[in-house]
């Protein structure tokens, strides 16, 4: 999670909304990402996608059902359902999103063998992103 953070930090050096992501594989990180939505002018830019994408390229296959995804904040709807297509093992994610999180919305978006863990790193993450927005709201 600590890289995960380090990638949202990466974002927010962007003025991005402050979420990273990284997927690691067999012990190995294997694909970063963190948000590029404003950067590349495309809502859909999230960490998660971003890391999908990366991994599906390192490895070659678009399946990740032996890689954990680990990301700063609960993934939305779109990445949750992404992460289903990927066939993703695991998610650990660190901050919950009680207003767009998937498991607010339709916690049957991930597929019937992904594993997640939240709260990982919830505090700094979280605060990561209260700041950023708070900041916004000046």
């Known amino acids: 999670m600590q890289e995960a953070y380090r ?17 690691v594989s067999r012990g190995k990180i294997i694909a970063r990402g963190h948000n590029l939505s404003e950067t590349l002018n495309d809502a859909t830019a999230h960490a998660e996608m971003q890391a999908f994408t990366s991994a599906s390229s390192h490895t070659g296959g678009k399946y990740l059902n032996e890689c954990t995804l680990y990301v700063t904040l609960e993934p939305c709807p779109m990445c949750a359902a992404a992460s289903m297509w990927v066939q993703l093992g695991e998610i650990v994610y660190g901050a919950s999103d009680p207003k767009r999180g998937y498991s607010t919305l ?24 209260s700041d950023f927005f708070k900041r916004k709201r000046l």
């Open 7 to 23: 990638e949202a930090l990466l974002a927010l050096a962007r003025d991005e909304v402050p979420v990273g992501a990284v997927i």
């Open 106 to 129: 339709n916690a049957s978006l991930l597929h019937p063998k992904t594993k997640v863990r939240g709260g990982i790193m919830a505090e700094e993450c979280g605060k990561l992103l």
